[in-house]
């Protein structure tokens, strides 16, 4: 029967349809051999033999059976057998073209020659290639046996996916079970079709399809203070398609050992996250009292350290609340002790964590946020940590409202609508290292400081003591906007704020004469603190241009003025009639007071009546296009992004009523180099110790002048890479040694962009073509502290700067790339952990440098592995970590 009209009996031409055949599935009421129809196709010709009850296929074969698929050169179908054979065809050179590519239930199998039965399921295919999971199998022959099992001879396993791998795994016989494992008999690693003699007597390698659990093998090392070194071994269990758990730990032959569980979890389109707990026993680091009998010597131990991460992150959904953590928190200088931590870790002294539950109320303007936060800092030359919480913050906002909307919309004036109203609530209690109420000596304010600072130990009062001695607030922020309103060409914004505290804990001073100091006694209850101000700005914009003659490259030249005038008043919050403060308080033998909060978040003391000005500019020019560029309109380079000045004036104060000047300057220049200075000019007078005097400079009979330079800074930030040199033109030193030596060759360098720069001479000039692709970071901070009256101070500079920070990438081929970072501590004169990082891609492999030359972390890992995850224990490893050094 057949599917379409038998193409033999007209000559083939070019554009018909290939020549197609259906097999029938037999008659009867019996089990068919053939289960469905057999669908097949040929480019050139198909030949039916029908009392042999075999077709032949030629050029460009293409047969499908159910889920199996083939295609060929030369195929030939003997549907009595239920075989099927197929080949390639050598072209005019005598190479093999269009060879059996097979296909059955998304297994490939590529060969020289395929044999197939369709009923048995059995087959045997010749130099096959196969793909099992992340590796390829290549085998001089394989019988397939059912679905579930296949057999190889001299077969070869790697995860290099050319024909002719880097790379393999040579074994005599092996056995697969597609999507499960591959077993071997003896087996040695082949590289660059070099035999070495690396192998085993016989070979397991897992493919499944889907995750699951196993042993995880260690990495080995050596180090002069802990020995040798096992790394990271342990077991991996899937513990459901959801959740991942990883039971590593290491292990080191003088001593100590490290035990981690690391849990990862994903939801789809709900959360992911991971949480991992350590334990680090430390090694024996020296014995004290050995001398000539050690047995009376005691082993001294680094105290035992922990670390606990965990980092959640939900996916937005509306209407949903959403719940976040990242936690870090160690103990003991755990990350110090770890042969493969990280340069970030091994120096941090600080870990922030935080929890956060946070969402919006339905058909509501209010939206709340529950969270905990934890502070720890470390102190490097002791171990010791001292941590801090606030547990728990609770807030809750409001959404800016306009209250008289209704009023708006009946009455059609919009200035009813300036009025918004927003409100925001938080709840907190802040505890940690804590201090007696009762018996404090305060440091601040007069002799010794007595500290009782409470552990945090299972068993014992601690945890009691200070959550009894945490201090809990609650606070109140209400934000009004009154609008803005025009006149003329001026923006008037007036403005009212409102915040409020509600505490619960006040403090009370009181002068000891025996302890020479203040006791500070605590009062239980309900206080209320609140602070209001007012302000008023006006606000407009001026413009000035300058136009150049034609003959200028220049165009115009635009200044943009934006003036800001201000007033804001706050009452005096340290008066008596708030109770916020305590006034005339002895702190020490002499008749001195002073004045001190009683609550916590008081307000600030004295009042305020500020008039304010603020002046900001940013200046532009128009350049024309210049003979050789492709634009044909003007464009618009920024000069000066921002430049700032502004000070104020307290109409309230007795003195002091003028604040310093403070300007800005913001700007980028040639496109690469971010600039940004900042100076605060004084213009009150000094005594000869240095401290301010309530008259002005100007008032001097020396010098008399309008201020004084009493500090700034300078940030700059260079950011430059290859792609924008090209951009910009030709190389600038090319032009140059053109322009010098006129009709020098360029030498060229190749087809490879990755070979190095080629050294060319002329008569009087050296010049090199470099053209790699590469990028260069730098950074850099200059601070300036004026000098005292009386000159600089012995050991005080008045020019300082923190680090200089070089980063950076070069890639020499498509191959090859280096990454560098060179922070320079301009106060030590020295790098702070310099690091080169080194990468090769070697196609299926990987090599990667990472060093560390100088500094307390002096190191260097080099690691050549393979890049599939199925043979991630193929690799060579060579180090020297800085723990063990």
Not at 425 to 453: C, H, K, M
Request: with cysteine; glycine share 10%; charged share 15%.
């Amino acid at each position: 029967m057949l599917g379409r009209p038998d193409s033999l009996s007209r000559p083939f031409k070019a554009g018909q349809p290939p020549d197609t055949l259906r097999v029938p599935l037999g008659r009867g009421g019996g089990k068919r051999d053939i289960e469905t129809t057999i669908v097949y196709s040929a480019r050139d010709s198909i030949r039916l033999d029908a009392p042999g009850k075999v077709a032949y296929l030629y050029g460009d074969a293409d047969i499908t059976y159910g889920t199996t698929h083939l295609t060929a050169a030369l195929v030939r179908i003997e549907y009595g057998r239920n075989v099927v054979t197929a080949e390639g065809a050598p072209d005019s050179a005598g190479v093999l073209q269009n060879t059996p590519i097979f296909t059955d239930k998304g297994e490939q199998y590529e060969a020289k020659k395929i044999a197939y039965n369709f009923k048995t399921k059995k087959g045997k295919i010749s130099e096959a290639i196969t793909k099992q999971g992340e590796g390829y199998i290549h085998a001089e022959s394989v019988k397939r046996v059912g679905e579930k099992e296949l057999y190889g001879l001299h077969g070869q396993y790697t995860t290099c996916e050319l024909p002719h791998p880097h790379f393999y795994i040579n074994a005599s016989k092996m056995k697969v079970v597609p999507g499960e494992k591959i077993v071997t008999g003896p087996f040695n690693l082949v590289i660059g079709d070099v035999p070495t003699p690396l192998g085993f007597l016989f070979g397991y390698f897992p493919t499944p399809k889907t995750r699951s659990s196993g042993i995880i093998i260690p990495s080995y090392g050596e180090t002069p203070s802990r020995g040798f070194q096992l790394l990271g071994g342990g077991y991996y269990w899937a513990a459901s398609p959801y959740v991942g758990v990883r039971l590593t730990g290491d292990f080191f032959t003088l001593g100590g050992w490290t035990a981690r569980a690391d849990v990862q979890y994903r939801r789809r389109y709900r959360y992911d996250g991971t949480f991992q707990v350590s334990y680090a026993r430390a090694q024996p680091t020296d014995r004290i009292g050995a001398g000539a009998d050690l047995n009376a010597s005691r082993v001294v131990r680094a105290p035992d350290a922990t670390a606990l991460t965990w980092t959640h992150n939900p996916v937005a959904r509306p209407g949903h609340g959403s719940f976040r953590a990242n936690v870090q928190i160690n103990t003991g200088g755990f990350y110090r002790q770890q042969p493969n931590t990280t340069v970030q870790n091994a120096l941090a002294t600080q870990f922030n964590s935080g929890v956060s539950y946070s969402g919006a109320i339905r058909d509501s303007p209010f939206n709340y946020n529950i969270s905990a936060q934890q502070g720890q800092t470390v102190n490097p030359a002791t171990n010791v940590t001292t941590m801090n919480f606030t547990a728990p913050t609770v807030s809750l906002g409001m959404a800016q409202q306009t209250p008289l909307r209704w009023l708006a919309l009946r009455t059609g004036k919009r200035v009813f609508n300036n009025l918004t109203v927003g409100y925001n609530l938080a709840g907190t209690n802040q505890f940690g290292t804590v201090r007696s109420t009762r018996d404090r000596i305060s440091g601040l304010l007069g002799a010794g400081e007595r500290d009782t600072t409470i552990n945090l130990r299972v068993g014992q009062d601690g945890l009691g003591a200070i959550l009894r001695n945490g201090t809990a607030a609650v606070q109140h922020s209400l934000s009004i906007g009154l609008g803005t309103y025009s006149l003329a060409h001026l923006n008037f914004s007036p403005g009212v704020s409102y915040g409020e505290s509600w505490t619960f804990a006040r403090n009370t001073y009181t002068y000891d004469p025996v302890a020479q100091g203040v006791r500070i006694d605590r009062e239980r209850g309900f206080y209320r603190v609140y602070r209001y101000s007012y302000s008023l700005s006006a606000t407009t914009r001026l413009y000035g241009l300058l136009r150049l003659p034609r003959t200028s490259r220049v165009e115009a030249v635009r200044l943009t003025l934006n003036p800001d005038l201000s007033y804001s008043y706050t009452p005096d919050f340290g008066a008596a009639r708030f109770g916020f403060y305590q006034t005339g308080v002895r702190t020490d033998a002499s008749e001195r007071t002073t004045t001190l909060a009683r609550v916590a978040g008081a307000p600030g003391v004295g009042r305020s009546s500020a008039v304010g000005l603020r002046l900001s500019s940013n200046l532009e020019a128009k350049v024309r296009p210049g003979k050789g560029d492709t634009a044909t309109t003007s464009r618009k380079v920024q000069l000066i992004q921002q430049m700032s000045v502004a000070t104020s004036y307290n109409l309230a104060a007795d003195s002091f009523n003028l604040a310093p000047l403070s300007a800005n300057l913001n700007t980028q220049l040639f496109g690469l180099v971010n600039l940004n200075m900042s100076a605060q000019l004084d213009p009150y007078q000094r005594d000869s110790s240095g401290r301010r005097l309530p008259r002005y400079l100007l008032e001097a009979p020396r010098r008399p002048r309008l201020a004084r330079l009493a500090n700034a800074a300078l940030q700059m930030s260079f950011s430059f890479n290859s792609q924008q040199r090209a951009r910009g033109g030709a190389n600038p030193n090319q032009q140059a040694a053109q322009a010098a030596v006129p009709g020098l060759p360029i030498q060229p360098t190749g087809d490879d962009p990755g070979l190095p720069p080629v050294l060319m001479t002329g008569p009087q000039l050296d010049y090199v073509t470099f053209e790699l692709p590469w990028t260069l970071n730098l950074g850099y901070g200059l601070n300036y502290t004026a000098p005292g009256p009386r000159g600089r101070v012995a050991g005080q500079p008045l020019l300082s700067t923190g680090t200089i920070t070089t980063n950076g990438s070069v890639r020499l081929t498509p191959k090859w790339a280096i990454t560098y970072n060179l922070p320079f501590d301009t106060r030590t004169k020295t790098l702070v952990a310099p690091t080169f990082t080194i990468n090769r891609d070697l196609h299926c492999w990987n090599l990667s440098v990472y060093w560390i030359p100088v500094g307390q972390l002096q190191s260097y890992n080099v690691t050549l592995r393979v890049n599939s995850r199925t043979l991630q224990d193929l690799k060579l490893v060579r180090n020297r970590q800085w723990t063990g050094r």
